[in-house]
C-alpha cells in the first residue's frame, strides 16, 4: 500500500494579482519503507512540495492521501494532528528553539501529542543516545555545533515514532564529515523501516536513496523508479 | 492536560524574552501601582477620620457646637469670637440637655524647670469629665471652685506627664504656662496611641475661667459640647442650640450659621462622600492607566510575535494547532500582566509605606486592591492579548518557517 499518494497536485499562490503555479500537476506515489530524494534546482518547488506533504499547506488542486487518509480537505485541528503523529521533520537549518535545552527541543512534539507517553524524558534521553548527544542533554542550541543540533532535530523528529522523516537539505548547512555522520543516521533509519523523503540538490546526498526523483519547473521530470521498472518492462 | 503544556511554553517563552516580559509588564506595573497608593491613601484617611470620631468622646448622645463658619475638617473662614459663655448657659437650659461643657484650646508649651513639652491645652468646666467619661489615674479633677476662683491649676494627661517629669510624682508640683505658674492637681489615665497614630493623651487641662483671662484673653468659646438626655433626642436639640445661637448672635434670617455642628452622622457622611468621589475618580485613573498598560502589551506582544516567527512554525510543524499557538501567547499576556500586578502592588506597598513613613499622607492596606489587580490584570491580559495571540496562530506553517 502506499503511505504518500499524491495525484495530480497543483499548487499557485496568487501575489498582488499574479498567479503564480508552482506545482504543475505532481503525481507521486511512496510506498511505506521507501528511500527517496527529491531533485531539483531552486525554484522548482521542491520545498513546496515538502511543504505539501508535510502537511504544512494544502494543495490548490489535486488529492493528496496519506496513510489513506485524504488530508487536503482537514481542518487545521486534525492536519496539526497529522503532523505531530505521522510525519518528522528535520530542517536544514536546524530550526531548534533558541535557548532551550536539546532535551526539551527534542521533548517539543510530546508537547502537542493527543497521547504522550508516560516516560517522555527517558524516551528522549534515549533517542538522544542513539543521535550520539547523551553528554549534551542539557546544552542549548548555542552551544551546540551544526553537527550536533543536526543529530538534535533527527531526534526530535524521531520522538513520536512517526512513519515518515521529511528532510529538507539536512546535509546543507553541515560540513562534509557530519554530512556523512547525518547521511549514515537516516540510512540505519530506512534499516529501521521508515519512509525517509530527502529533498536536495547535492546528487551524492540523493544517492543514497533508492529512488531520486527529479523536479523541474513545478512539474516531476524524472522518476529513477518508473524507469527502473520501465527498463524491466522493455526486457 | 494541553492547557498545562501550553502554559508552560509559556513560561518558557516569557523567560526567554526577558527584555521583552520586562518592557510589558511596565504599564500595567504602574497602574497597579497608582492603583495600589490610591486605595491605600483613601483607606488610610478614613481610617484616620474614623479614629478621630471613636477618640472625640462622643457617645451616641452628644454633639458639638464650633464657632465659625465653614466647612467640618476645615480651617474656620474667619476667627468668630461670637459664641460666649452665655451661649452655654442658655443651652443648658434647654429641658432635653444633661451637659453643656464649654471649652478654648490652644497649643503651647508647658516648662517644667529645664523640661518642656508641646502640647494641646484646653480651658474646660468640671463636667468635661463627666461629658468624656475619663477617669483620673492620680489626684483630683478640675473644681467648680477652681473655676469661680479662676485658680492657676492644671490636670495632665499620660504623654506630658511623661515628658515633664520622667517618673517623678507631678502631684503638686508647678509648670510654668507662659508667664503663670500652674499647680499640678490631678492626672488622667492613659489611652495610648490610637491606630492612625492619633494621641489623646496629648492634652492638658485648666480651668475655662483661667484659660479665658490668663492664657488666651479671649472671652469668646472656641467650642461647647451638648450631650443631651437621649440619643434620639439629638436631632431636636441640634434645631433648638441652632436657633437659640443665631438668637444670641443676632443674625438675621438670611445670614448663614456662624457656628457648626460636629456630629458622628455628619463626620461619617463626609467620610462616605469624599470616599464616593475619590472612589470615582480612582476608577477613572486607575482604568486609563491600565489600558495604556494593556496596549503597551498588545504592542510589544506583536513585535515580539514577529521576532518569534521562526518558533511558531516550529511548534505548527510538530503539531502545535492554531489553538495551541493562542493559547501559549494568551498565557503569555496574561502572566505578563499578572506579573506587572505583582511588581505594581510592590511599588505600590513601598509607596505607600514611605508615604505613611515620612507623614506626607496616611496610609492604610487592605486586601482590596490585592483582589481588584488580580481582576484587573487577568481581564487586561485577555483583552489585549488576543489580538496578538489570534495573529500568531493565522500565521501560515509553510511561510514562518521559511523566515530567516
Given at each position: 500500500?502506499?503511505l504518500i499518494e499524491m495525484?495530480?497536485?497543483c499548487k499557485?499562490?496568487?501575489?498582488i494579482g499574479f498567479e503564480t503555479r508552482?506545482l504543475k500537476?505532481v503525481?507521486l506515489?511512496?510506498e511505506?519503507g521507501d528511500?527517496?530524494?527529491i531533485?531539483g534546482?531552486?525554484?522548482a518547488?521542491?520545498?513546496?512540495l515538502?511543504?505539501?506533504?508535510?502537511?504544512l499547506?494544502?494543495?490548490?488542486?489535486?488529492?493528496?492521501?496519506?496513510?489513506?487518509?485524504?488530508?487536503?480537505?482537514?481542518?487545521d485541528?486534525?492536519?496539526?494532528?497529522?503532523?505531530n503523529?505521522k510525519?518528522?521533520?528535520?530542517f536544514?537549518a536546524?530550526?531548534?528553539l533558541?535557548?532551550?535545552?536539546?532535551?526539551e527541543?527534542?521533548?517539543l512534539?510530546?508537547?502537542y501529542?493527543?497521547r504522550?507517553?508516560?516516560?517522555?524524558?527517558?524516551?528522549?534521553?534515549?533517542?538522544?543516545?542513539?543521535?550520539?548527544?547523551?553528554h549534551r542533554?542539557?546544552?542549548?542550541?548555542?552551544?551546540?555545533?551544526?553537527?550536533e543540533?543536526?543529530?538534535?532535530?533527527?531526534?526530535?523528529?524521531?520522538?513520536?515514532d512517526?512513519?515518515?522523516i521529511?528532510?529538507?537539505?539536512?546535509?546543507?548547512?553541515?560540513?562534509?564529515k557530519?554530512?556523512?555522520?547525518t547521511?549514515?543516521?537516516?540510512?540505519?533509519l530506512?534499516?529501521?523501516?521508515?519512509?525517509?523523503?530527502?529533498?536536495?540538490?547535492?546528487?551524492?546526498?540523493?544517492?543514497h536513496a533508492?529512488r531520486?526523483?527529479?523536479?523541474r519547473?513545478?512539474?516531476?521530470?524524472s522518476?529513477?523508479?518508473?524507469?527502473?521498472?520501465?527498463?524491466i518492462h522493455?526486457l | 492536560m494541553?492547557i498545562?503544556?501550553?502554559?508552560?511554553?509559556?513560561?518558557?517563552?516569557?523567560r526567554l524574552?526577558?527584555?521583552?516580559?520586562f518592557?510589558m509588564t511596565l504599564?500595567?506595573m504602574?497602574?497597579?501601582?497608582?492603583?495600589?497608593?490610591?486605595?491605600?491613601?483613601?483607606?488610610?484617611?478614613?481610617?484616620?477620620?474614623?479614629?478621630?470620631?471613636?477618640?472625640?468622646?462622643f457617645?451616641p448622645?452628644?454633639?458639638?457646637?464650633?464657632?465659625?463658619a465653614?466647612?467640618m475638617?476645615?480651617?474656620?473662614s474667619?476667627?468668630?469670637?461670637?459664641?460666649?459663655?452665655?451661649?452655654?448657659?442658655d443651652l443648658?437650659?434647654?429641658?432635653?440637655?444633661?451637659?453643656?461643657v464649654?471649652r478654648q484650646?490652644k497649643?503651647?508649651q508647658?516648662?517644667?524647670?529645664?523640661?518642656?513639652?508641646?502640647?494641646?491645652?484646653?480651658g474646660?468646666?468640671?463636667?468635661?469629665?463627666l461629658?468624656r467619661?475619663?477617669?483620673?489615674?492620680?489626684?483630683?479633677f478640675l473644681?467648680?471652685?477652681?473655676?469661680?476662683?479662676k485658680?492657676r491649676?492644671?490636670?495632665?494627661?499620660?504623654?506630658?506627664t511623661?515628658?515633664?517629669?520622667?517618673?517623678?510624682d507631678?502631684?503638686?508640683?508647678?509648670?510654668?504656662?507662659q508667664?503663670n505658674?500652674?499647680?499640678?492637681?490631678?492626672?488622667?489615665?492613659?489611652?495610648g496611641?490610637?491606630?492612625?497614630?492619633?494621641?489623646?493623651d496629648?492634652?492638658?487641662?485648666i480651668?475655662l475661667?483661667?484659660?479665658m483671662?490668663r492664657?488666651?484673653?479671649?472671652?469668646?468659646?472656641?467650642?461647647?459640647?451638648?450631650?443631651?438626655?437621649?440619643p434620639?433626642q439629638?436631632?431636636?436639640?441640634?434645631e433648638?442650640?441652632?436657633?437659640i445661637?443665631?438668637?444670641?448672635?443676632?443674625?438675621?434670617?438670611?445670614?448663614?450659621?456662624?457656628?457648626?455642628?460636629?456630629?458622628?452622622?455628619?463626620?461619617?457622611?463626609?467620610?462616605?462622600?469624599?470616599?464616593?468621589?475619590?472612589?470615582?475618580?480612582?476608577?477613572?485613573?486607575?482604568t486609563?492607566?491600565?489600558?495604556?498598560?494593556g496596549?503597551?502589551?498588545?504592542?510589544?506582544l506583536l513585535?515580539?510575535?514577529?521576532?518569534?516567527v521562526r518558533e511558531?512554525?516550529?511548534r505548527?510543524c510538530?503539531?502545535?494547532?492554531?489553538?495551541d499557538?493562542?493559547?501559549?501567547f494568551l498565557?503569555?499576556?496574561?502572566?505578563v500582566?499578572?506579573?506587572?500586578?505583582v511588581?505594581?502592588?510592590?511599588?505600590?506597598l513601598a509607596?505607600?509605606?514611605g508615604?505613611?513613613?515620612?507623614?506626607v499622607l496616611?496610609?492604610?492596606?487592605?486586601v482590596?486592591?490585592?483582589?481588584?489587580?488580580?481582576?484587573?490584570?487577568?481581564?487586561?491580559?485577555?483583552?489585549?492579548?488576543?489580538?496578538?495571540?489570534?495573529k500568531?496562530?493565522?500565521l501560515?506553517?509553510?511561510?514562518?518557517?521559511?523566515?530567516?
Amino acid at each position: 500500500m502506499n503511505l504518500i499518494e499524491m495525484n495530480s497536485i497543483c499548487k499557485s499562490y496568487r501575489n498582488i494579482g499574479f498567479e503564480t503555479r508552482v506545482l504543475k500537476d505532481v503525481t507521486l506515489h511512496i510506498e511505506e519503507g521507501d528511500y527517496i530524494s527529491i531533485m531539483g534546482p531552486s525554484g522548482a518547488g521542491k520545498s513546496t512540495l515538502m511543504a505539501i506533504m508535510g502537511c504544512l499547506s494544502q494543495p490548490s488542486s489535486g488529492e493528496y492521501l496519506l496513510d489513506g487518509e485524504e488530508v487536503g480537505q482537514l481542518n487545521d485541528r486534525k492536519l496539526s494532528r497529522v503532523r505531530n503523529e505521522k510525519i518528522g521533520f528535520v530542517f536544514q537549518a536546524f530550526h531548534l528553539l533558541p535557548g532551550v535545552t536539546a532535551l526539551e527541543n527534542v521533548i517539543l512534539p510530546l508537547v502537542y501529542a493527543k497521547r504522550p507517553p508516560g516516560n517522555i524524558k527517558e524516551r528522549a534521553r534515549e533517542l538522544l543516545a542513539k543521535v550520539g548527544m547523551e553528554h549534551r542533554l542539557h546544552h542549548t542550541p548555542g552551544q551546540l555545533s551544526g553537527g550536533e543540533q543536526q543529530r538534535v532535530t533527527i531526534a526530535r523528529s524521531l520522538i513520536n515514532d512517526p512513519r515518515i522523516i521529511l528532510a529538507d537539505e539536512p546535509t546543507g548547512n553541515l560540513d562534509s564529515k557530519n554530512g556523512i555522520e547525518t547521511m549514515k543516521t537516516f540510512d540505519n533509519l530506512v534499516k529501521e523501516g521508515k519512509t525517509i523523503v530527502l529533498i536536495t540538490h547535492d546528487l551524492e546526498v540523493a544517492q543514497h536513496a533508492g529512488r531520486i526523483v527529479s523536479i523541474r519547473d513545478g512539474q516531476i521530470a524524472s522518476d529513477s523508479d518508473h524507469e527502473e521498472r520501465g527498463s524491466i518492462h522493455s526486457l | 492536560m494541553r492547557i498545562f503544556e501550553n502554559l508552560g511554553q509559556a513560561l518558557r517563552g516569557l523567560r526567554l524574552n526577558r527584555g521583552n516580559t520586562f518592557l510589558m509588564t511596565l504599564g500595567v506595573m504602574i497602574g497597579i501601582a497608582s492603583l495600589t497608593v490610591i486605595v491605600a491613601i483613601g483607606d488610610g484617611i478614613k481610617v484616620k477620620v474614623l479614629d478621630r470620631i471613636a477618640n472625640m468622646g462622643f457617645g451616641p448622645e452628644s454633639f458639638s457646637v464650633i464657632a465659625g463658619a465653614g466647612r467640618m475638617f476645615f480651617t474656620r473662614s474667619k476667627n468668630t469670637v461670637s459664641m460666649t459663655l452665655e451661649d452655654a448657659e442658655d443651652l443648658l437650659a434647654l429641658p432635653t440637655v444633661r451637659l453643656v461643657v464649654p471649652r478654648q484650646r490652644k497649643r503651647m508649651q508647658i516648662i517644667n524647670k529645664k523640661e518642656f513639652t508641646s502640647t494641646r491645652v484646653y480651658g474646660v468646666t468640671p463636667d468635661w469629665q463627666l461629658a468624656r467619661g475619663w477617669n483620673m489615674k492620680d489626684g483630683d479633677f478640675l473644681s467648680d471652685s477652681d473655676l469661680d476662683r479662676k485658680k492657676r491649676v492644671i490636670v495632665l494627661g499620660a504623654t506630658p506627664t511623661r515628658k515633664l517629669f520622667k517618673g517623678e510624682d507631678p502631684i503638686g508640683r508647678m509648670l510654668r504656662l507662659q508667664n503663670n505658674f500652674y499647680e499640678v492637681i490631678g492626672l488622667l489615665e492613659e489611652k495610648g496611641l490610637t491606630e492612625s497614630g492619633y494621641d489623646p493623651d496629648d492634652r492638658a487641662l485648666i480651668p475655662l475661667t483661667t484659660s479665658m483671662s490668663r492664657l488666651t484673653h479671649e472671652t469668646h468659646l472656641h467650642s461647647i459640647k451638648v450631650v443631651t438626655l437621649n440619643p434620639s433626642q439629638v436631632p431636636e436639640t441640634m434645631e433648638a442650640v441652632r436657633q437659640i445661637l443665631r438668637r444670641n448672635h443676632n443674625l438675621s434670617v438670611l445670614a448663614a450659621d456662624d457656628f457648626r455642628f460636629v456630629t458622628p452622622e455628619g463626620i461619617m457622611q463626609w467620610v462616605t462622600e469624599s470616599e464616593q468621589a475619590l472612589n470615582r475618580m480612582l476608577i477613572l485613573i486607575s482604568t486609563v492607566s491600565l489600558l495604556v498598560g494593556g496596549i503597551v502589551i498588545m504592542n510589544i506582544l506583536l513585535v515580539s510575535i514577529r521576532e518569534r516567527v521562526r518558533e511558531i512554525g516550529i511548534r505548527r510543524c510538530f503539531g502545535a494547532r492554531r489553538s495551541d499557538i493562542t493559547l501559549q501567547f494568551l498565557f503569555e499576556s496574561v502572566l505578563v500582566s499578572l506579573l506587572g500586578g505583582v511588581m505594581g502592588i510592590g511599588l505600590g506597598l513601598a509607596l505607600s509605606f514611605g508615604l505613611k513613613r515620612f507623614d506626607v499622607l496616611p496610609t492604610h492596606m487592605t486586601v482590596e486592591p490585592f483582589i481588584l489587580s488580580f481582576v484587573f490584570c487577568t481581564l487586561i491580559g485577555l483583552v489585549f492579548g488576543i489580538h496578538p495571540a489570534r495573529k500568531a496562530a493565522f500565521l501560515s506553517p509553510e511561510e514562518s518557517i521559511r523566515s530567516q
